[in-house]
């Protein structure tokens, strides 16, 4: 059996503002059903407790209630937020002499970061991570931190990690167009 190569997953194109390189979202299917299915549980548990709270008995632990809504209400979240990222998610960079711009978003509302090119040292691709269906990290939104990509770079004294859906082979092929349209690294 003959296995064809696979191309990878990011789409870079040079346009006016520089090298604009698009990541799509890894995705796990058995991940994104199980939180369907489980957001229909907290539906119920989100109902219930609200109409508890709103119709209060006389041995109703409001306290206790509103604390366990806000808690759920937050985990629901993060479910959402989990299966839209795996929807819709992406992450673009764009490249040029004067910045690094890092942008993740999902349906076009998301938070850009930018880092000053000159300020860049050491861009390189770090040790081989899980493949995607494994790397949990990869599978939610990187909104938090510096991400947990294999293309890291240091600024500052912070090191940045960028590409959290690429995989080994795609950072390295990645790199080699980000460093062309960068300043030289020192």
Sequence with gaps: ?????????????????????VIPASRNWFIMLFLVAWLGGWTIG?????????NPGDKT????????????????LFAVGTVLWQLAGREILIANSLALTHRFEVFGVGVSRSYGASDIKHLRTTEYSPPPTMNQR??????????HGPIAFDYGARTIRIGSSLEEAEAKSLLNSLVAHLPRQL
């Excluded at 059996?1 to 390189?21: C, D, K, S």
């Excluded at 209630?65 to 209400?73: E, P």
């Excluded at 990869?138 to 991400?147: D, R, T, V, Y």
């Design 138 to 147: 990869a599978m939610l939104p990187p909104f938090f931190g510096s991400g």
């Design 46 to 54: 989100e109902t219930n407790v609200a109409g508890q709270l709103l």
């Design 61 to 76: 632990p409001s306290g206790f209630l509103l604390f366990w809504l806000a808690g759920w209400t937050l985990g629901g």
């Design 1 to 21: 059996m003959h296995i064809q190569p696979q191309p990878a997953r990011f789409h870079a194109e040079t346009t006016i503002e520089g090298l604009r390189v």
